[in-house]
């Protein structure tokens, strides 16, 4: 049987690896092949994924289009698939927040038709919106929810009061919060709340832009978003990748590659349901496949942990920015 969790309240059965779409934004990762793209969300279901991750924003609608493309060979009941809400789209491709519930009415039935699908399993909120009453906002949720465009609703990059305040007005199951290895700061707050209140936690960025994946030196340059970041930058990096080289010896211990080891103890938090992992080739998502198969013993976890941390040098930043 394929492994699944239960996300949660939301109750949905999922994969805890989460096919994710953030790759195919232009604007952050450069082109991408939409037909090796297509082979591999195909094969993510074929090696025993069954929870797809997207958002309008990624490439203005372009990641859900290829998604709907790829769903449409799949069971539609055997999948669950998450998107996102928040952009107001100018035509010269410019955004801003927009969480009025006109706009988010519009918008899912725009994500409907780009996914070729009569509903969504799972509608987040992917950033706060300051400029609109979440009352509004979670009456306008409910509504599409009663009308079955979507089944579950959740939030994406709230902090843990945007989060309560939002639970105050309606039933938001599901946070999908930045984390990981190298970026931990939710474990303060956010993930206890989450547990205490079993909401469903599907993290992105698990592999931190792909630094935590065990194949970078230090040393190599980005053509991609990642030029800019901080984490790849001249002596930052070379700290950052020599850490992760540092978990060589326990990966090969257990068998494993980097990545597979890095996966899964991420997946070992007990706050934690789901790993998204951003996934371009078929190759890519069978390596994360085997990783939801993988137990990380306690002495092992807290070795990757302590070998990670460099807390003395500073913590490493997200710096994301909320582009995602």
């Not at 930045?178 to 939710?186: D, G």
């Not at 010896?249 to 068998?255: Q, R, V």
């Amino acid at each position: 049987m394929p492994e699944r969790v239960i996300l949660g309240a939301s109750g949905l059965s999922v994969s805890p690896v989460s096919f994710g779409t953030w790759q195919l934004s232009p604007r952050f990762w450069g082109e991408q092949s939409k037909t090796t793209l297509l082979k591999a969300m195909r094969t993510a279901y074929d090696s025993g994924i069954n929870f797809y991750d997207t958002a309008e924003a990624y490439g203005d609608g372009y990641a859900e289009e290829v998604l709907g493309e790829a769903i449409q060979a799949l069971p539609r009941d055997e999948i669950v698939i998450a998107t996102k809400v928040f952009n107001h789209f100018n035509p010269d491709r410019t955004r801003y927040p927009d969480l009025s519930p006109a706009h988010i009415l519009e918008r899912c039935d725009l994500s409907l038709k780009r996914l070729k699908t009569g509903y969504i399993d799972l509608y987040l909120l992917h950033f706060y919106d300051q400029l609109t009453r979440l009352a509004e906002i979670t009456e306008t949720l409910e509504n599409l929810r009663s009308q079955g465009k979507i089944r579950h609703y959740g939030v994406s990059n709230f902090n843990v009061e945007q989060l309560r305040a939002a639970r105050h007005f309606g039933n938001y199951t599901v946070l999908q919060p930045p984390y990981s290895l190298f970026n931990t700061q939710i474990e303060a707050e956010i993930l206890p709340y989450c547990q205490a209140q079993n909401i469903g936690v599907m993290v992105y960025s698990p592999m931190h832009k792909g630094l935590l994946s065990g194949k970078y030196s230090g040393s190599e340059s980005f053509s991609d978003f990642r030029a800019f970041h901080p984490d790849f930058q001249s002596d930052r990096f070379k700290l950052l990748a020599g850490k992760v080289q540092q978990l060589k010896p326990l990966a090969e211990a257990a068998g494993v590659s980097i990545y597979q080891l890095v996966l899964a103890a991420t997946l070992a938090h007990p706050s934690i349901h789901v790993a998204i992992a951003g996934i371009k080739t078929g190759a890519q998502i069978i390596e994360a496949t085997a990783a939801m198969r993988l137990v990380i013993d306690r002495k092992t976890y807290w070795t990757i942990r302590k070998i990670l941390d460099i807390s003395e040098q500073g913590k490493p930043k997200d710096a994301s920015g909320g582009v995602k």
